[in-house]
C-alpha cells in the first residue's frame, strides 16, 4: 500500500506522523509533519490531531497536517479468532491489583467516592513491526476509532478506541455515554447486572450535568450493547444543540469521564494519582481531529484500548470501574478479557496471521 511506504520513510526519517481510521469507514487518513518539533495546543484553535492525556503534566501533543494523505484499505473478512498471546500473558501482578481494589472499595464503602476506574499497565519484552500490527489491528477492529501516532518524544501509540468523547460542530455537539463489561459470546444475547447497568448511569448522569449550562437541551437516546472487538459495553448517544460554550470548555467539562476516571471526577483523579501505582500518561485521555475540514468540526475519541511501543518494550493498558458490590476477582479478570483485545495481535503478526 502507497500510504504505508510513505509512512515508512517518514518513520525513519524520525519526523512525526498520525495514521487513522473512524469507525466503519475504509478510509486511512495520514498527517504527516515535516519537521520533529513537538508541537502543542492550549486554547484548541488550531488545526490537526490532538492527542491529550489523563492528567496534567504532559502537552497536548499536536500533529501538524503539513501533508494529508487518504487511502482507501480493505478490511472486510479478514479478523482472525481472538486468542491469548501467551498462555499466562497479562496474569502478573494479580495479588497487587486486587490488593488496589479491595483498597479502592473500602474508599468508596466509606462514601468517600462513588465509583474509581482502577487501571494497570501490563510490559512486555517485544519489539513488533509496528506497520504490520496495525493493519492487524484495522483488521480485527472494524467498529473503533483505529489510530497509529509516531512522535520521537513519546515512541508510538497505537489503540482501537469504542468510545468518542465529543464530536463538536457550530450548531451540535455529541457524546457517548460508555460503561459495562462482558465477553461477546457467539449465539447468546448479552445479560447485563444490576452492577453493570449502576455503572452506565452514573456516566450518564455525569454528562447530563457537565453539560448544564452549556448547550440547549439534551437529546438522549436509549441505551443499547455495542460491541467492541471481542467485548461488550452498554452505550447511551447524548446530543445538543444551541451551544452556548466553545469546543475547549466543552472538553475540559466531559474530560475525564466516569468511564475513565471516576465519581466525583476531581477527588477520583487524585485519589488515582495517589494510588494507582504508575502514571497512565495518554492512556484513558482524548485524542483526534481538531478544527478539521472547511467546517472547522472536532472529533475527538477516548484513548482505550491502547498501547505504547516504547524503548524495545510494548506497554498495554487495562482497567475496570469500581462501584458498590464490585467484586475484586471479577475485576481482575475484566482487565484479563481487556488485555487480550490488545495482546492478540502480537500472536496474530508473530503467526503471519494478518
Known amino acids: ?15 512525526p506522523f498520525v495514521l487513522y481510521r473512524k469507525p466503519g469507514s475504509s478510509v486511512c487518513t495520514a498527517l ?11 486554547d484548541f484553535s488550531e488545526t490537526g490531531f490532538v492527542m491529550a492525556p489523563f492528567s496534567e503534566g504532559l502537552p497536548v501533543i499536536r500533529v501538524r497536517p503539513d501533508e494529508v494523505l487518504t487511502e482507501k484499505i480493505r478490511t472486510a473478512g479478514d ?17 497487587e491489583y486486587i490488593d488496589r481494589v479491595r483498597k479502592a472499595l ?30 492487524v489491528l484495522l483488521r480485527q477492529f472494524p467498529e473503533a476509532f483505529c489510530y497509529f501516532l509516531y512522535h520521537q518524544k513519546t515512541g508510538i501509540w497505537m489503540g482501537a478506541s469504542p468510545e468518542t468523547l465529543l464530536r463538536y460542530g457550530k450548531d451540535e ?57 471481542n467485548l461488550l459495553h452498554l452505550k447511551t ?26 465519581i466525583p471526577a476531581d477527588k477520583a483523579r487524585a485519589y488515582l494519582l495517589a494510588n494507582e501505582g504508575y502514571p497512565r500518561a495518554y492512556y484513558t485521555g482524548y485524542l483526534g481531529e481538531l478544527n478539521w475540514n472547511e467546517d472547522r468540526n472536532s472529533h475527538l475519541f477516548v484513548n482505550l484500548r491502547c498501547m505504547n511501543l516504547l524503548d524495545d518494550q510494548v506497554h498495554v493498558y487495562v ?11 471479577q475485576e481482575w479478570q475484566e482487565t484479563v478479557n481487556k488485555s487480550e483485545s490488545m495482546l492478540h495481535l502480537f500472536r496474530n503478526s508473530a503467526e503471519g496471521l494478518g
Open 79 to 95: 479478523r482472525m479468532p481472538f486468542s491469548r498471546f501467551m498462555e499466562h500473558s497479562g496474569q502478573s501482578g494479580k495479588a
Open 173 to 229: 455537539i455529541s457524546t457517548v455515554s460508555l460503561a459495562g463489561t462482558q465477553k461477546a459470546v457467539k449465539g447468546m444475547d448479552p445479560v447485563w447486572s444490576t452492577k453493570e447497568k449502576k455503572e452506565q448511569a452514573y456516566v450518564t448522569r455525569f454528562i447530563e450535568q457537565a453539560l448544564d449550562g452549556l448547550a440547549g437541551s439534551l437529546d438522549i437516546s436509549g441505551t443499547e450493547t455495542a460491541k467492541a472487538g
Open 319 to 329: 482497567g475496570g470501574g469500581l462501584v458498590e458490590g464490585s467484586d475484586p476477582e
Open 1 to 15: 500500500m502507497e500510504l504505508f511506504n510513505r509512512l515508512k520513510k517518514h518513520y525513519r526519517e524520525g519526523l
Open 237 to 262: 448517544v447524548i446530543r445538543a444543540g444551541d451551544l452556548k460554550a466553545g469546543l475547549r470548555q466543552f472538553i475540559h467539562a466531559l474530560h475525564p469521564t466516569p468511564a475513565v476516571c471516576g
Open 106 to 135: 473500602e474508599v468508596i464503602k466509606a462514601k468517600e467516592l462513588q465509583k474509581i476506574v482502577l487501571s494497570r499497565k501490563i510490559s512486555i519484552n517485544l519489539k513488533p513491526d509496528p506497520f504490520y500490527t496495525f493493519q
Open 32 to 42: 504527516m509533519q515535516n519537521s520533529d518539533s513537538l508541537d502543542t495546543t492550549v
